[in-house]
């Protein structure tokens, strides 16, 4: 009996030791629950980069405010990243991108760690990012920000949803940096529409006091 059992526990072990692991079986493109916008606050980005703040976004003509960071697929708990993907962006892609993305390496980078699990091609995932962007309503007091600006995370989610018809508490979160606005993320369906995210909704900023540090002036 217990050689039996001793044998029924060796072939577990192994089917164990050969089977995939959760994330390599769960990372295949195409394969999630729902997408993330993540909209970040160009100013704080630019402030902590400190000298490594160089290039269009932070040093070039155009002010920046919110710009998007990346538009992430998830499932309802975790996400995958990195998928096994061809294509790669054209310079022609990444030049499209930057007037919402200021930075080519940060459009290679979403596409390699996110876009390539979308199941989109290359120039169909950042036209979906454009139109992400574009579906989302920054409200206006955010927009031309020339001095710091003291708020809370609960105000900004307030002043999104009042700019954004269907946009409820649920579907949005804040994320900060110490007390600094890092990002807003919002949660959609794959056809763009908010949907409910309890877990990015739980990873939240708890700070009960957010900066906004002012966008730079425009150079002539």
């Not at 000298?51 to 995958?80: D, K, M, S, T």
């Not at 927009?143 to 579907?171: K, Q, W, Y």
């Not at 007390?179 to 995210?197: G, I, Q, T």
Request: proline share 10%; net charge positive; glycine share 8%.
């Amino acid at each position: 009996m217990r050689s039996g059992l001793r044998a029924v526990l060796a072939w577990m072990l192994l089917l164990a030791a050969f089977a995939p692991s959760p994330s390599l079986a769960q990372d295949r493109p195409g394969d999630f629950d729902f997408y993330v916008l993540s909209l970040s606050w160009s100013p704080t980005y630019c402030a902590s980069a400190g000298r490594r703040a160089e290039g269009p976004q932070c040093a070039g003509p155009r002010p920046f405010g919110f710009v998007a960071h990346g538009l992430w697929p998830q499932y309802e708990r975790g996400f995958p990243s990195d998928c096994r993907a061809g294509g790669f962006p054209s310079r022609a892609v990444v030049d499209s991108m930057l007037d919402v993305m200021p930075s080519p390496g940060l459009v290679r980078h979403q596409w390699r760690k996110h876009g390539t699990c979308s199941g989109l091609g290359p120039e169909a995932f950042f036209a979906l990012t454009r139109r992400a962007y574009e579906r989302v309503v920054v409200p206006e007091i955010y927009r031309g920000l020339d001095r710091p600006l003291v708020t809370s995370p609960a105000e900004v989610e307030r002043a999104f949803i009042a700019a954004n018809p269907g946009l409820a508490p649920s579907m949005i979160a804040v994320d900060c940096n110490r007390r600094n606005l890092r990002e807003v993320r919002v949660c959609m369906k794959r056809d763009l529409s908010f949907r409910p995210c309890a877990e990015v909704d739980r990873r939240a900023c708890r700070a009960s006091e957010l900066v906004l540090p002012p966008m730079r002036e425009t150079r002539e």
